[in-house]
């Protein structure tokens, strides 16, 4: 669309913006409203302006999508003066949320009024960059510099309500925006006008408030949020021009930067995973109530994520004292949920009262959706799915949790394979974000797309995997695991290793998080390829458990533990244990051994590309950002190579 509509009411013109999805600030909408100020100034019919959108949505932003491109006149600031400084006042009237130069608008407009449910922020450091239209030096003068700070440094938006008490908008209205708009705007002219936001003073306020703000905001690879607190803290101590040529500097310096490329990158591939083209037309299957058989830790997990997302929930077990730990484990999220103000006790009441437990499979028989989450034994999977099939409706969709079984082995023999899925979800899988949907060849459409859905009821980011072992995530675990071991081979520190990869952006190393997560499990899986007669070759992770070190739970793995302790220690035991198998002296320095890992990821990618297993390079940066902490600033293992 890229248009703007003039109306009139009276003496007052409404400029309503029309630029789907999210009314981007494109280079047209910005001519556009250059356009409009200059149009409407000359009108002299017209005594005020309301600024509207058509759609979800006030302006969400300049459009993301022309950052890669230098940046085209008009440019936005300009846009802004030009409102600001038009004849006529401008009524911003705003709903949804107002975000990035969308705010920045507002905040050069004279007036802003909002819906009660609309948001106003400056997100820009989420993507790497600060606000580069008067952002930073434009709140300070409406709200005061703490407000500012929060808003442009914090990245997260505020509620109307939040706004109108910070002094960001002028009023709240309800029923119909646009004439509210005009009406307050009629008002608005029987009195003096308020001063220009850019001309408007900015409190003063303590020095000792920047060395606090400061704390915790060098975050490696984030440079935009102390960007933007030196941003508002130069425009407290210069006016306001200067301080618009040094915010725009700064923005401009940042949008050209690695980690804005790359937090665009993964902007974008969000989005694009969360609804995928092939099931733009396919209706999913009717989703109201889930069950979840087995409540240990992923099966409480799903279920607490389902139940929060207000699905009634079913939890099976095999006896009566396993459901009741499964009912108090999900019953323990909620209360922290709670506790970190997530979840009121009144919703969380609310929720509980969907939340049942039993040893009867008949419970399933009209659940929509029944997710198996026990064993990983095919026999024990296979069992569970048999009752399942008992019980459910033939339509009901029936979910495995594998997290590296052959979902096809799984399904043999069900009745309406049609309805069956891999549902892989991540530990804690109420908090971890990244869902592999793995369907199976007789998976129907509507099946996938019923996955799809829950992915965005929970929250989660979804990406299709093809069937080989590990899927797109843990394959690729296995093999950045792999190259890290060949690297202690060639006589690389084990702590140099880690300290690479949490150099890099990493919280933990490889060798770390195998501490954590426990040496065995891995191990137990190469045991048991190899009690099938699969040739799976020694590794030093096997000479460890053989040695009785599993990692942190037994005291020791890759490094040593002081009793209590969850400090890793170079261990001499371990040294000694795998002199036999160090074939040389390298010495690779810490960007050098960064670079083999990444790259020995991406190669992996390449070859799960090459296989059909991901669909695009894009969904294997997701799966390596949400499922294993890959940072969010280098944009995966296909970006960052
Ligand atoms: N530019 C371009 N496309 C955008 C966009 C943007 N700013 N925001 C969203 N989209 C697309 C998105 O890719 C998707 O496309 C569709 O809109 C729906 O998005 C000068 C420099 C507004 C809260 O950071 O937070 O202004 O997949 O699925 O869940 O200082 O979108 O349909 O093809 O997210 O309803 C600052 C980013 C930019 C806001 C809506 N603004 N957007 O959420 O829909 S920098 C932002 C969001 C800036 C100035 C600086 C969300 C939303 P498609 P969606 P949603």
């Given at each position: 669309m890229n248009e703007i509509e003039i109306t009139r009411r009276g003496e007052i013109a409404v400029v309503m913006v029309d630029n789907p999805p999210v009314n981007a600030l494109s280079q047209a909408m910005r001519a556009a409203l250059l356009s409009a100020a200059d149009a409407l100034d000359r009108d002299d019919a017209v005594k005020a302006v309301v600024l509207a959108c058509a759609?979800?949505?006030?302006?969400?932003?300049?459009?993301?999508?022309?950052?890669?491109?230098?940046p085209l006149e008009p440019h936005l600031p300009d846009v802004i003066a030009r409102i600001e400084n038009a004849e006529k006042p401008w009524i911003a009237a705003i709903h949804g949320t107002a975000l990035g130069g969308g705010f920045e608008v507002a905040m050069g407009c004279r007036f802003r009024i909002a819906l009660e449910s609309a948001a106003v922020g400056l997100p820009e450091v989420t993507l790497g960059i600060i606000p580069g239209a008067g952002g930073t030096c434009r709140t300070p003068r409406l709200a005061g510099v703490e407000t500012a700070v929060k808003l442009a440094v914090g990245g997260r938006p505020l509620g109307a309500r939040k706004a109108l008490e910070a002094g960001l908008i002028d009023a709240i209205v309800e029923g119909d925006l646009v004439a509210e708009a005009v009406a307050f705007a009629e008002k608005a002219l029987q009195q003096p006008l308020p001063a220009k936001t850019s001309a408007r003073p900015i409190a003063a306020i303590d020095e000792a408030f920047w060395s606090e703000a400061e704390k915790d905001k060098a975050k490696p690879g984030y440079r935009a949020p102390l960007a933007a607190l030196s941003s508002i803290r130069f425009a407290t101590e210069n006016p306001f021009d200067a301080a618009m040529l040094n915010e725009r500097g700064l923005f401009l310096e940042l949008r050209a930067s690695d980690e804005a490329a790359a937090l665009r990158h993964v902007f974008f591939a969000e989005r694009s995973a969360a609804r995928p083209a092939a099931l733009k037309t396919v209706e999913p299957r009717p989703l109201k109530s889930i069950g979840i058989v087995g409540g240990g830790t992923m099966g409480t997990g799903i279920g607490a994520a389902a139940l929060m997302a207000g699905y009634p929930l079913t939890l099976i077990e095999r006896d009566e004292a396993a459901v009741a730990r499964g009912l108090s484990a999900i019953e323990a999220v909620l209360a922290g949920a709670v506790r970190r103000g997530k979840l009121t006790a009144a919703k969380q009441a609310f929720l509980l009262e969907g939340l049942a437990g039993t040893t009867d499979y008949q419970a399933l028989s009209a659940c929509d959706l029944v997710i198996e989450a026990v064993f990983e034994e095919i026999a024990v999977k296979r069992a569970v799915f048999a009752e399942l099939d008992r019980v459910c409706r033939a339509d009901a969709v029936l979910a495995t949790n594998t997290s590296y079984l052959d979902p096809r082995r799984i399904a043999e023999g069900l009745s309406h394979p049609e309805r069956f899925i891999g549902l892989h979800f991540f530990s804690p899988a109420h908090v971890m974000k990244l869902l592999e949907i793995i369907p199976v060849p007789e998976t129907a459409d509507d099946v996938l797309a019923t996955g799809f859905q829950l992915a965005r009821a929970l929250g989660k980011i979804p990406v299709t995997s093809g069937i080989c072992e590990g899927f797109i995530g843990n394959r690729i675990l296995k093999r950045y695991r792999a190259e890290a071991e060949q690297l202690v081979r060639r006589g690389v520190a084990i702590a140099e290793i880690d300290g690479a990869m949490r150099d890099y952006g990493?919280?933990?190393g490889p060798f770390e998080t195998q501490d954590l997560s426990g040496l065995d499990i891995a191990y137990l899986q190469r045991e048991g390829a190899r009690s099938e007669g699969q040739d799976v070759p020694e590794t030093l992770g096997d000479i460890l458990v053989r040695a009785g070190r599993k990692g942190q739970k037994t005291g020791g793995g890759w490094y040593d533990y002081r009793e209590g302790e969850r400090k890793p220690v170079v261990s001499s035991e371990v040294a000694a244990l795998l002199q036999p198998r160090i074939e040389a002296s390298d010495a690779l320095d810490r960007t050098a051994i960064a670079d083999h890992l990444i790259a020995a990821m991406a190669d992996e990618g390449r070859a799960i590309l090459a296989e059909g297993i991901a669909a695009k390079p894009e969904d294997i940066d997701l799966v390596k950002i949400h499922g294993y902490g890959f940072p969010r600033h280098r944009g995966g293992p296909m970006f960052a190579s």
């Open positions: 759609g979800r949505t006030f302006i969400a932003g300049a459009d993301v999508r022309e950052f890669d491109l230098p990493f919280k933990m």
